[in-house]
């Protein structure tokens, strides 16, 4: 079975060009940005003191990954004037679950393939 996403919100590509196509080394920084985007996340709301860190954090681990579309959406989000945060924040959460379905679907495979060997 190949390795694969749901929606095309990472590619894949960047994390295995990063990782030298390492399983075990994906995993890692699959399982990493899950970490970061269930402790940032919380932050995402205009009204949480320093919701721009969470978006910036997010947007690092992103691009680390291949989430391009993410990352550009947390790069609008930080730049949004604080009246236009919630529909910003809106967006980067959006696109977050987006890439963490990817990210489920690939790290399953990735079990997968790791069970036949």
């Given at each position: 079975m190949a390795l694969r996403d749901l929606t095309g919100a990472v590619d894949?590509?960047?994390?295995?060009?990063m990782t030298g196509g390492d399983d075990a080394i994906n995993e890692e920084v699959l399982g990493l940005f899950v970490q970061q985007?269930?402790?940032?996340?919380?932050?995402?709301?205009?009204?949480?003191?320093?919701?721009?860190?969470?978006?910036?954090?997010?947007?690092?681990?992103?691009a680390g990954i291949?989430?391009?579309?993410l990352a550009a959406i947390c790069?609008?989000?930080?730049?949004?004037?604080?009246?236009?945060?919630?529909?910003?924040?809106?967006?980067?959460r959006d696109a977050l679950q987006a890439a963490l379905a990817?990210?489920?679907?690939?790290?399953?495979?990735?079990m997968l393939r790791g069970?036949?060997?």
């Open positions: 894949f590509a960047v994390l295995n060009g985007a269930g402790l940032w996340s919380v932050m995402l709301d205009p009204k949480a003191e320093g919701w721009r860190d969470g978006v910036h954090t997010i947007r690092g681990a992103a291949g989430a391009r579309d790069a609008e989000a930080e730049g949004a004037d604080q009246t236009l945060a919630a529909p910003a924040l809106e967006r980067v990817d990210v489920a679907a690939y790290r399953h495979e990735l069970l036949r060997a």
